[in-house]
């Protein structure tokens, strides 16, 4: 059985360093949710329709986007390993 190698070079960025740019692109989006809550009392009626749904789904879409990035799989890399396993 081969040993895989891991060098640095390869490795993630540390989540301690992505936590910054995650909690800016969270607050943008909470900014702008807040905007469309003022934009849903100031606006007239059909207007006020879009700005409101904007305030309310946004916080989905704004934790997906501050979370996204991390997850990604290589090209080329299998999520199940179906190579067949000897037994010794």
Not at 26 to 55: D, E, K
């Amino acid at each position: 059985m081969a040993d895989e190698i891991h060098d640095i070079t390869s490795a993630q960025q540390a989540l301690s360093d992505e936590l910054p740019g995650r909690q800016r692109r969270y607050f943008i989006s909470m900014m702008i949710r807040t905007a469309c809550f003022i934009a849903a009392v100031i606006l007239p009626n059909p207007y006020r329709w879009i700005a409101l749904f904007g305030a309310v789904f946004l916080p989905y879409f704004a934790v997906v986007i501050a979370n996204a990035g991390r997850e990604t799989i290589a090209p080329g890399s299998a999520v199940i390993d179906d190579s067949p396993k000897s037994i010794t």
